[in-house]
């Protein structure tokens, strides 16, 4: 798929970050998207920012749905059909994540099963949905952003990071099986795993606001002291802009795997190297500068 214009695309998370830009470079192009959030204000802004870049026709659709229902999904989807008029759309992205529930051993369950219900069964349900719209297409593609996390599976040997790092494994492995299944049932749509480092987007600030800060209080830290880090966290790493560019240019190179960031490929190279060396405190000290993904 060299050539965006003229087609609809699914982004879920579009209201920020990656999600956002994603939406911004592809009206820009002329494709027309659907977009859903639970973040009403942030998707607002992303439409105004939408509509004034959209180019040749482009249509903006949002709709306010938590990944993680299926419901919503359902009503989320029959929503793009209506408003599109069409059976079909061209791409899917499945964006929206967050953060939170650290801890399997002494964390919140709830937090637990609410980080990976929207890291997984986010991806997992608007899969489902969506799938049948991408085979009616004459060409499409999925595209599930898993994370760096996704094969790393810390943040540092002082910070569980157990539902996010579980999540993003399962995204992983999830867009690796599909190839085999849909070179063998729908080979005219392709898909992509996408495994960011550090982007500077409001993840941090957002997983703050779904669950409260307790679940990543620090030895000694304020609640204003986490509060400052999920900004200094937002403000610092690639810019959303250019991690899209990067997985818009891997979608139409059909990369099945796409790297985002320096980090995301030192620690690809170094986990394949020595996994077990990756996991060590001796590892992150000397070789990883930033232990925020």
């Known amino acids: 798929m060299q050539d965006f214009s003229g087609k609809i695309a699914v982004v879920t998370g579009g209201g920020s970050g990656i999600g956002r830009a994603l939406v911004l470079q592809l009206v820009a192009e002329g ?18 920012l939408a509509e004034a870049q959209a180019t040749q026709g482009a249509k903006i659709i949002s709709f306010h749905a938590d990944v993680g229902n299926e419901d919503d ?10 408003e599109t008029g069409e059976d079909h759309i061209h ?15 002494a964390g919140d369950r709830g937090q637990w099963e609410r980080t990976f219900n929207v890291c997984w069964d986010g991806v997992y349900l608007t899969a489902r949905a ?7 297409a004459n060409e499409a593609h999925i595209v599930n952003v898993s994370s760096v996390n996704g094969f790393w599976a810390s943040i540092g040997p002082d910070t569980p990071h157990t539902a996010y790092c579980a999540a993003k494994f399962a995204v992983k492995g999830f867009t690796e099986a599909l190839l085999t299944d849909l070179a063998i049932n729908a080979p005219h749509v392709k898909a992509s795993v996408v495994m960011p480092g550090h982007i500077g987007t409001s993840i941090a600030i957002n997983s703050v606001r779904e669950h409260g800060v307790t679940d990543i209080l620090g030895p000694g830290e304020s609640e204003e002291e986490v509060r400052q880090r999920m900004v200094d966290f937002r403000d610092n790493g690639m810019e959303p802009a250019e991690a899209a560019k990067i997985i818009l240019d891997g979608v139409r190179e059909e990369e099945w795997r796409i790297l985002v960031g320096d980090d995301a490929k030192m620690l690809d190279a170094a986990t394949r190297t020595d996994p077990k060396y990756v996991l060590t405190r001796e590892f992150v000290e000397n070789a990883v500068p930033t232990m925020e993904t």
Do not use: Q
């Open 31 to 48: 494709c027309s998207i659907a977009m859903c959030d639970i973040g009403d204000e942030d998707m607002a802004e992303t439409t105004a």
């Open 73 to 82: 999904i359902i009503a989320f989807r029959d929503y793009v059909l209506a």
């Open 91 to 105: 791409l899917l992205f499945n964006n929206a994540g967050i953060g939170g529930g650290g801890s399997f051993v």
């Open 130 to 136: 969506f799938m049948p719209l991408l085979v009616k």
